[in-house]
């Protein structure tokens, strides 16, 4: 049984336990690709096929991208990795921070932009405790804005998490957050254009990725792929917003750096495989090597990467990514050096540098995230990879 085929019953498997409806995965070692697979389909109730350019929702892997466009602003000298952020957005400008018991104080700086890109900025998700109200707050106001047909700007968004109060103060600890979301918006006041556009003009032109924005357009909407949630006895359709972000069909107010982009496995593979060749793509650089290194080191000390999920183990953290440092801590066949990210539905990608291969597996179902039947194709590959 060759690769693909490994690959394609296990993801079978998978389908057939209804841990998904569609699952399609590419492999590229080098300029070789080792293996396209894919099962189910793209939509439940209609049986739509799923193919390789089926448009998915990155959610959280829309992430790498963020940070790629905060480091051609890097490159440039147009920002300093420790520049506060209220230098560009002011609802920064009096940083505050809420104890456990609600009590708020004043702190003496704003997060850095290098501690939004390592998740230590203090910010956070909307959540249950005194913190993750403030966003809760600011996420529901938008929601409410996009439901009534408008949106609030990436600006106005970014400024309004600004006013609420931090969970610890910058650096001191690790937090999955807002943070790209801010980002996002320090490149659209940086760059003076919207932060798609940037995303558009700096990265996906270059690199060739037509199906990748913030919107699908009516002419792309027959490859965009239904979305789903576990349920008591299978899988039923998700249709609503999440993080501010679930309608597609127009061009948002808030584009969000942390969860908003759509994309295809290939579109995905051109901006991964930019990060393997240390920026390059083709006769173009669109980052620095040096650049791209920063991108791959680990930026947490131990005591703060203690912080991070227990299914994390045998990784840090650098510029929105995971990246390996002990292979022998994590939960399935690492290879060190490895970095990438994955998103709430179960979207996948991964650079293995030690091999040139690039790893992607798209998913549609809520809550997913790093899913069981990615471990085991990812052990399916290293097993592949050893006996080469």
Not at 277 to 299: E, K, N, T, W, Y
Not at 300 to 313: H, I, K, P, Q
Request: with cysteine.
């Amino acid at each position: 049984m060759n690769l693909t085929e490994k690959m394609t019953r296990c993801m079978q498997a998978a389908v057939d336990n209804q841990e998904a409806p569609g699952i399609n995965l590419l492999i590229v070692q080098g300029e070789k690709e080792l293996c396209y697979a894919q099962a189910g389909v793209a939509d439940v109730e209609t049986g739509k096929p799923l193919k390789r350019d089926t448009i998915f929702r990155l959610y959280s892997q829309s992430k790498p991208i963020t940070a790629a466009a905060v480091m051609i602003l890097a490159d440039r000298a147009e920002i300093d990795l420790m520049d506060g952020v209220d230098k560009f957005l002011p609802g920064f400008r009096n940083p505050k921070v809420v104890e456990a018991d609600g009590t708020v104080h004043g702190i003496p700086r704003a997060p850095w932009i290098i501690e939004l890109l390592s998740m230590t900025g203090g910010l956070c998700y909307p959540d249950l405790d005194p913190a993750g109200r403030g966003a809760m707050a600011v996420f529901q106001e938008a929601e409410k804005q996009i439901e009534a047909g408008g949106g609030m700007p990436t600006v106005e968004f970014a400024n309004r998490m600004g006013e609420q109060p931090l969970a610890f103060l910058p650096g001191t600890h690790w937090r999955y957050s807002s943070g790209a979301d801010i980002l996002g918006a320090v490149v659209e006041v940086v760059s003076g254009k919207r932060f798609g556009d940037f995303l558009r003009e700096e990265l996906f032109e270059p690199l060739g990725m037509k199906d990748t924005g913030f919107w699908v357009p009516e002419e792309k909407r027959d490859r965009f792929i239904s979305c789903y949630r576990r349920v008591s006895g299978g899988l039923k359709p998700h249709r609503h917003l999440h993080l501010a972000v679930g309608q597609y069909d127009r061009a948002p107010a808030f584009e969000s750096g942390g969860a908003g982009l759509v994309s295809t496995l290939d579109d995905y593979l051109a901006f991964a495989r930019m990060l393997m060749r240390d920026g390059r793509a083709g006769d173009r650089q669109i980052l620095s090597p040096a650049a791209v290194r920063f991108m791959r080191q680990p930026q947490l000390t131990e005591a703060v990467r203690r912080d991070m999920w227990d299914n994390l183990g045998g990784y840090n953290y650098s510029c929105l990514m995971r990246v390996c440092t002990d292979p022998g801590q994590a939960v399935h066949f690492a290879s060190p050096g490895e970095f990438g990210w994955d998103g709430w539905l179960g979207t996948y990608f991964i650079n293995l540098p030690e091999e040139d291969v690039t790893f992607l597996m798209n998913i549609n179902v809520a809550d997913t995230g790093t899913s069981t039947v990615t471990r085991k194709c990812r052990n399916l590959l290293a097993g592949y990879l050893s006996e080469k």
